[in-house]
């Protein structure tokens, strides 16, 4: 019988420890938010999508070695020597154009070590008002700064260059006119 109220006793008293916990928080703050409608503020530091100030990139592709998962596809072409595309961060002037700049962000790992690899600091990380995307298309970022049609002449310019270049190196392997090539 003894055996019997010990054994109510405890059964009531571990029931009101647990009722004590249930309305320890029934009066507490809202934790849980009514997202997208709401969203929950995140450190000005939080690390979210990274941002590359073409402008200020001066092509040296720090950047691309340093990131672990290789997810930049960098393209760039060298300036005429009377070209100004203006001065860099560090005081240099710009030398290279940027045709492409893209970062796959759906593959990025999120270690920063491509931002602490950027000497002029154009390549950042930024905290965008909605950071959710609906398609993963949208995570694919290309920050070259330059026009299409200014891309397509710079193009052009290059290809040319290069037949110029190929040209030239078949005419020096050529053998000089009246020469008869021994078989
Ligand atoms: S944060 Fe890391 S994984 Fe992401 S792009 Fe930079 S180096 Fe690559
Ligand atoms: S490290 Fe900075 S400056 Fe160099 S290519 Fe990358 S973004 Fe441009």
Redesign the pocket.
């Known amino acids: 019988m003894g055996r019997y109220f010990r054994d109510l006793w405890i059964g009531i008293v571990t029931v009101l420890q647990g009722m004590r916990v249930t309305f320890g928080h029934l009066f507490n703050r809202r934790i849980t938010v009514q997202y997208p409608r709401e969203t929950v503020p995140m450190y000005p530091r939080t690390?979210v999508t990274?941002v590359n100030n073409a402008k200020d990139c001066g092509f040296c592709l720090s950047?691309k070695r340093?990131?672990?998962?290789?997810?930049?596809t960098i393209v760039g072409a060298r300036a005429e020597p009377d070209e100004d595309l203006g001065i860099l961060p560090d005081g240099k002037p710009k030398k290279m154009h940027i045709l492409e700049f893209k970062?796959d962000?759906s593959?990025?790992?999120?270690?920063?070590?491509?931002?602490d690899?950027c000497d002029t600091q154009s390549?950042h990380w930024e905290l965008p008002q909605e950071p959710s995307v609906f398609r993963r298309q949208e995570l694919h970022k290309d920050f070259s700064d330059m026009s299409e049609e200014d891309k397509a002449r710079v193009r052009a310019r290059e290809e040319q260059k290069k037949k110029d270049r190929a040209a030239q190196a078949a005419a020096k392997a050529a053998p000089p006119k009246g020469d008869t090539p021994v078989e």
């Open positions: 690390r990274l950047c340093a990131c672990p998962v290789n997810i930049f970062i962000m593959k990025c790992v999120y270690c920063g070590l491509c931002v690899a390549l």
